[in-house]
């Protein structure tokens, strides 16, 4: 193929290695120990911390205070500010008092200017500073010396700051350069080499063939975060690990690192970096859950203290277990390149608060459009205009529903963002407008580097106007990619970024609509023949900041420049869709993410699990993971229970490496074809639900896709799932994860009292009720999913073609009752596009089963919209007993007696036909 042609001389020249391999080549990545900073600053035992505050230096203002620390040893000063965020959260950041340049400090991260809330000095004693919020619920109590800070939630201290004193700054200074000594005095010239004596990539640093200037010199610094209430600690994604996070300190591992890469088919159950960094970590307990937000985004490594896996792992170490009063605790210690110190805590007490107080900083993911949760077809590549038209025809006539069909890179002119191959699409317009008038979509990807071509305007445009990064001399940086040589835009300049959001607007992309999505890939940035297949640390982007201070922000301000480019082009209308690989804090309000070139392997099925929810957690909802591996060909069991799993994540994509073999669902035999049908199908049916999932999650900025832990924190098996997962509050998805199995076991968690909840099987409503594991059996069909009692999920059962002509189609309620025969659920709907929800066109219902009624009334009573959509059925499941009919009451003061009638084990009422506009009730009768 000539793309491949085209591809491996990069590759090559990139990774050392053919594309052919089958794994992650580590010679290509650092480790911690090949990591000058992290070297440096990376200790495994609680020390005393060198730093104490300044007492006599206390400032108190309305919203925060000022404090004045010291090193004890270099007597550098430093600024402690500390304040309170409305909703549970604390803020300090720590800097040098007189710098000898700023350091960098994260910008864009955030949603908004948090709004802070008034705090009060309580106490300041020779000992101890005791900072209270206005309302007097949370503290934080500042320990003079040796300095740490304890923050609490009421009585109970949920997070402690350097109270390992694991604590480092190394504060800006010019190089020192040993005194000449005299040739005859061999001692002091010793002496003196000891005094300047640092780690050797301290000042500059090499990695393979790559060189560091660092003209800052070594700026690193560090702090260890302890939580007292926990028994494990979750987040810190992008990493193809556990969800629960490992051990790291006193063995052969490394600390889980955060450093934007493009990592060539990587491995499984390790912490290496991946494609994105989001610097959240929670540590949860029976009593509380809190969480810290380590807002930097330089390189950045996270080491792990778990004392219960260090007990079972390394007994013989005892060091970090006789810590006084602390033997229990887990914690972590972040490692940072540069930048300021600069934290957000998050008091929870339970693990949806502190989910909810991380977005209400980092911002919520917007209500897609409905085709965005629907179904994607992609891979790499579909050749011409023929092939999209040719799968798109396929999957109506093998009636498989699909929203989406995507292009990856060979549809430009020789990998020119922006433009189009006309010998294999010579008529974009009309092959995207074929697909529109099916109810369709297109994707296409757009990447960050620019080919240097002088016959391509974006290219002139970007070196006539210094629209380049640029390289440590001051000149436009030149790296290798897809087209060859490149250069990369730098989003960090707001021009810039207006610039390439200018170019999605039709009147400059002509060959384009305002329906199309957008996938920016590449974005880490990934550059091939850049150290760690990225771009140079001493690189230089708009403001005179270093690469190195600024990496993992790169592809966040990729996708904004996107983002508001979307908008524009959309006129302020429509809602845009973005799929982004790479990420940090706050990506979530501009794209969704998927975790990248994952192989077809029933270990990449099973972390994409573990991936998607460690990004939940980390307020990033819409995600997902290629179907069926992007590398390597799934066999037939495999690529069914991966559909399977997808079909209940939240992002819903088919992609495929381009030397795979096709694999579109008609591909495979008869049999296969069926149950991937089956699986799309279950998907479309629950589009209700998603949909209204995707827009509480914009209202509460809680995950859509959950642990089990964050409904039950009191049972500590939940703490262990990473193989069954939740839907909101209402199903627990448990998917079919290895080759071969009949039955798998599934647990159904306890409440805080020690009780069940009701569970029911949402294939034949089988219940169930007690706390534990039990055997689900398993054909080739079944997805184990169960609804939980005192609950309602919406349904549409009539399946068309694409997502987008299900609009105006009927509603079937299933409505699942508690052990008090209660149950309670929301609808969400408006026109599934525009932003008009945001001005008050939507409808967001409550539906209610009591006292063997089911009620529907409006949340946001004067909020409202036109639909043409009606109430088909009510599934009623978990009634003792059969009614013997149903009655219909309208608002209005109309009524009408309903068929009832059983089936599957559950009460059906029959057609009620009431608009979902209305206000109404349906009596039972018996």
Known sequence: MVTRKLWLPFAVLAFGFLHETISVDRNNFKSCEQSSFCRRLRLSEPETSKFEVLQETLQTYKQYILLDLQHSETKHLYVLKLGAVKGGIFHFQIDEKSPLSERYRVVDALVKEPEYVGVKVESSSASTVVVSTEAGTNKAVIQVAPFKIDFYNGERVVVSANSMGLMRFEHLRRKEVAPAAPVENEQEDQENEVQVKEDPGAWEENFKSHHDAKPKGPEALSMDFSFPQGKVLFGIPEHADSFVLKHTVGGKSDPYRLYNLDVFEYELDNGMALYGSVPVIYGAGPSATAGVYWQNAAETWVDIFSPEQEKNVMSSIVNFVSRSNQEDTPAANFISESGIIDVFVLVGPQPLDAFRQYTDLTGKAPLPQLFAIAYHQCRWNYNDEQDVTTVSAKFDEHDIPMDTMWLDIEYTDSKKYFTWDHHKFPHPLEMIRNLTERGRHLTIIIDPHIKRDGGYFFHNDCTDRGYYVKNKDGNDYEGWCWPGAASYADFFNPVVRKYYGDQYLLENFKESTAEVGIWNDMNEPSVFNGPEVTMLKDNIHHGGWEHRDVHNLYGHMHIMATYEGLIQRGEGTLRPFILTRSHFAGSQRFAAVWTG??????????????????????????????????????????????????????????????????????????????????????????????????????????????????????????????????????????????????????????????????????????????????????????????????????????????????????????????????????????????????????????????????????????????????????????????????????????????????????????????????????????
């Open 597 to 926: 070139d994952n192989m077809a392997e029933w270990g990449h099925l099973q972390a994409s699990i573990k991936m998607c929810l460690s990004l939940s957690v980390a307020g990033i909802s819409f995600c997902g993971a290629d179907v069926g591996g992007f590398f390597g060909n799934p066999d037939p069991e495999l690529f069914y229970r991966w559909y399977q799993t997808g079909a209940f994540q939240p992002f819903f994509r088919s992609h495929a490496h381009i030397d795979t073999k096709r694999r579109e669902p008609w591909l495979y035999p008869e049999d296969v074809k069926l149950i991937i049908r089956d699986a799309i199908r279950k998907r479309y049916r629950l589009l209700p639900l998603w949909y209204t999932m995707f827009y509480e999650h914009e209202r509460s900025g809680l995950p859509i896709m959950r642990p089990m832990l964050a409904h039950y924190p009191a049972d500590l098996k939940c703490y262990e799932l990473d193989s069954q997962f939740m839907l909101s509050d209402k199903l627990l998805v448990a998917p079919v994860l290895k080759a071969g199995q009949t039955k798998i076991d599934v647990y159904f968690p306890a409440k805080e009292n020690g009780e069940a909840d009701l569970w029911y099987d949402m294939d034949n409503h089988r219940k169930y009720s007690s706390v534990g594991y039990d055997s689900i059996s398993v054909d080739t069909y079944k997805v184990p999913v169960f609804q939980r009692g005192g609950t309602v999920v919406p349904r549409k059962d009539r399946i068309r073609r694409s997502a987008t002509l299900m609009k105006d189609d009927p509603f079937t309620l299933v409505v699942a009752m508690d052990k008090n025969t209660l149950a309670k659920g929301t609808l969400y709907i408006d026109d599934e596009t525009s932003f008009d929800y945001r001005s008050g066109k939507y409808l967001y219902l409550e539906v209610e089963f009591k006292d063997n009624v089911l009620s529907s009334k409006k949340i946001d009573s004067t909020a409202t919209y036109s639909t043409k959509s009606w109430l088909e059925r009510v599934i009623l499941v978990g009634l003792t007993k059969t009614p013997k009919s149903a009655t219909l009451h309208l608002s209005n003061g109309e009524s009408s007696t309903l068929d009832v009638y059983t089936e599957a084990g559950a009460i059906v009422v029959r057609k009620p036909g009431v608009s979902m506009l209305d206000n109404w009730s349906i009596k039972l009768n018996y």
